[in-house]
């Protein structure tokens, strides 16, 4: 087997190939898109080997990871903290990081990350930008408030965007710029409102969402995880089972240690009083007469 170490940047694929043995096979660099990977994969074609790569996640390392999957390599995708932890470098480059990720797969010492499938990716992707959108939402909102602040003008509705609200910035005079700045803050809020809502109708449509599932399927394989396959995904039975899986609950709760009882308190000899102390010094350093 190759074990290959992937470095990817903006421009470049860095790529260094150690055989099975442990020993330096060749470093190269491939453009990062899908005619180079296919040359990088017809390149170490001629070897006849099985290749396991290994790459850091990093954004665009899902598209190496499904394109070099669908061409035939086994791709791992390595937790860029945990690959640091296991080996600090003193010079970190690209060549030298493709050096480190080809040696822990050569060692078995991968920290893999679990890649969701096609259709949690979209899903995640669908909630992402919405929280984008309701982010911007809020802002322009703000902007709003403050303006009405700048400008001495209070609130005395309880929603400023509902119905009742957009009559009162309707009738508020506002020098320009603000006007302006008001009224185009209120268009865009509709307009993200908008594309929120299609969000959540898109989100719970299930036949767009199998339509879309089965066709990211297609498109990338059946290499790639499946989450339904995932054994901790699996719903657990009733009966015996699930009681076999859960730690039993004590009958009565245990019986706590009562603690040692504390030492005594120390006591000293007491501390004469001050003015006891100055007669018996006063007695013993005055002279005796004859």
Known sequence: MLHVGLD?????????????????VEELAAPPDPE???????????HREPVRAVIESMTGARFIHDTLEQL????????AQRVKGLAPVACKTDRVDSRVL??????????????????????????RFRLHLVKHKSMLKH??????????????VSDLFGLEGRKLLDRLELPDPWR????????????????????????????VRAAAVDGARNRLGARVHDRRGDRRRHPVPLG??????????????????LRPPRA???TGSEIPALGDARNDHARTAAPRLP
């Open 8 to 24: 990817l940047s903006r421009r470049r694929l860095d790529v260094c190939v150690l055989s099975d043995d442990g020993e330096l």
């Open 240 to 257: 015996q089972r699930a009681g076999r899986l859960h730690r039993p609950v004590p009958k009565s709760p245990p019986v706590r240690r």
């Open 180 to 207: 302006e700045t008001v009224d185009a803050s209120l268009y865009l809020i509709d307009y993200l409102e908008s594309e929120i809502a299609a969000i959540e109708r898109e989100r719970r449509r299930p036949s």
């Open 143 to 156: 902007r709003i408030h403050a303006t009405l602040m700048t400008f001495g003008h209070p609130c005395p």
């Open 36 to 46: 180079g990977l296919r040359y990088l994969v017809s390149k170490l074609a001629r």
């Open 264 to 266: 005594p308190v120390q």
């Open 72 to 79: 035939g390599w086994d791709v791992l995708i390595a937790d």
């Open 102 to 127: 080809a040696v822990l797969s050569h060692r078995n010492l991968v920290p893999a990350i679990w890649l969701p499938d096609p259709r949690v990716r979209r899903e995640r992707e669908q909630a």
